[in-house]
């Protein structure tokens, strides 16, 4: 591990303790459920390809890269693996599905889910 990298972990470690982070359920397609912090940007509806008129609920959800603080890029199985958080804030939770890496590195990933 390069300096570089282990000082984007550690960043990361502190990044989850402030104001805006929330514990949410990772539900992963294949193993055990577990309780894990996010910071979730919930952007809207966003429009469903061809599909008239239809939307879907659209969120970022930024997590720790890591296989059991948070979920780590090279288990992430975008399609099965599920979140279960508020759809707004202080609201009941719901299960999303997480569908793409947005962004990543090895501290952290942002991750599109609706």
Same mark, same amino acid.
Not at 12 to 34: C, H, I, M, N, Q
């Given at each position: 591990?390069?300096v570089?990298?282990?000082?984007l972990?550690?960043?990361?470690?502190?990044?989850f303790?402030?104001? *805006? =982070?929330?514990?949410?359920?990772?539900?992963? +397609?294949? +193993?055990?459920?577990? !309780?894990?912090?996010?910071?979730?940007?919930?952007? %809207?509806?966003? !429009?469903?390809?061809?599909?008239? !008129? +239809?939307?879907?609920?659209?969120?970022e959800?930024?997590?720790?890269n890591?296989?059991?603080? !948070?979920?780590?890029?090279?288990?992430l199985?975008? %399609?099965?693996?599920?979140?279960?958080? +508020?759809?707004?804030?202080?609201?009941?939770? *719901?299960?999303?599905?997480?569908?793409?890496?947005v962004?990543?590195? =090895? %501290?952290?990933?942002?991750?599109?889910?609706?």
């Amino acid at each position: 591990m390069t300096v570089f990298d282990a000082t984007l972990k550690a960043a990361a470690d502190t990044f989850f303790k402030l104001p *805006g =982070a929330e514990r949410v359920t990772y539900l992963p +397609g294949s +193993g055990a459920s577990r !309780g894990i912090m996010a910071v979730i940007s919930r952007r %809207g509806p966003e !429009g469903i390809a061809n599909v008239s !008129g +239809g939307s879907l609920p659209a969120f970022e959800v930024l997590v720790k890269n890591h296989a059991t603080e !948070g979920i780590a890029s090279d288990l992430l199985d975008t %399609g099965a693996d599920k979140i279960r958080c +508020g759809k707004r804030v202080d609201n009941r939770p *719901g299960v999303m599905r997480l569908t793409e890496i947005v962004n990543q590195d =090895a %501290g952290m990933m942002v991750l599109a889910a609706s």
